[in-house]
């Protein structure tokens, strides 16, 4: 049987896991680079066929419509984190072998150093699988997998989050959560707004396996609509949205993404309040793609 999040996260072992964790992908950081200030994660590639690497000054950041100087910009090497959020509500409008054949297709394209986390969520988040990069362990661990309860979308984000992903930081910066869901909330304590300042908060990046809305569009009182959750975190945090039917490519996109493309920017911010979250925009020269979370919360917390 699954254990729940709850009780696992506060067990020795995983908490010693996470610090022996932190400290392997310390090793892996990027060296001779001064990342102070406030750190963002941007995923940068070149489409002018050139070769040259990405420069700071060929990119311009914005903080609530006042420019940023740029620090450092540098490529980071680290092996990625990745959790696998499966929504296995009993409505959900799909099977679960869809479920598990979209799950396993991560299982095939990360690469060394890489790990995978799966956890499935209705009214729980649950641990199907704990941190592995083996295929196989993934496979048995997916027999687990069924249809039951609700969705509980945002408190199963903020599990991710919170006790799986954080305990490894701030040595892991290379951090995402790959959902495989229609984006439907019922009933979360978590309100929307928080988990998505929680995630830009701490860099972690939000990646969609889109299936169809099953509320078909219908208004929600304390939430975005479905599909609007979809967008608002996938662009909120510099992610992308995949439908399900693409599962192979979303998860060679994915991977190949976050092992290729990801970048560490840091900048000290002028003109701003560390008391207020900001709206950010960063742009590049011609020739240059980028993507990055579009808000940056306070750096300062009121009590």
Known sequence: MRSRVEKVMVSAALVALGTLSVTAQSRHSVRGTELEGTIMSVTAWRNDKKTDPIKPEQLFLYENGVEQKIKNFSYDPSPAKIVILVDNSQTLP??????????????????????????????????????????????????????????????????????????????TRKTAVVVIGDGLDRGSKTKFDEILGDLQNNNITVYFLQIPDRSGGAYRRDAPKAAAVVTQLTEGTG?????????????????????????????????????????????????????????QPPNIKAN
Request: hydrophobic fraction near 40%; include cysteine; glycine fraction near 4%.
């Open 94 to 171: 799909t099977d679960l072998e869809k479920l598990k054949a979209a799950t396993m297709e991560f299982a095939y394209e990360i690469f060394e150093g890489d790990q995978l986390f799966v956890l499935a969520y209705d009214e729980k988040a649950e641990i199907v699988q704990e941190w592995t990069d083996d295929a196989k362990k993934i496979e048995t661990a997916l027999t687990t997998f069924r249809k039951k309860g609700t969705p509980f979308l945002f408190d199963a984000l903020r599990s991710s989050s919170n006790e799986v992903l954080l305990p490894l930081m701030p040595g």
């Open 239 to 295: 992610g992308k949205i995949f439908p399900l039917e693409e599962a192979q490519t979303a998860a060679k996109f994915i991977c190949d993404e976050l092992r290729r493309n990801r970048y560490l920017l840091s900048y000290q911010p002028v003109n701003t309040s560390s008391y207020d979250a900001k709206r950010v925009f960063l742009t590049a020269d011609e020739g240059i793609s980028i993507r990055t979370k579009n808000a």
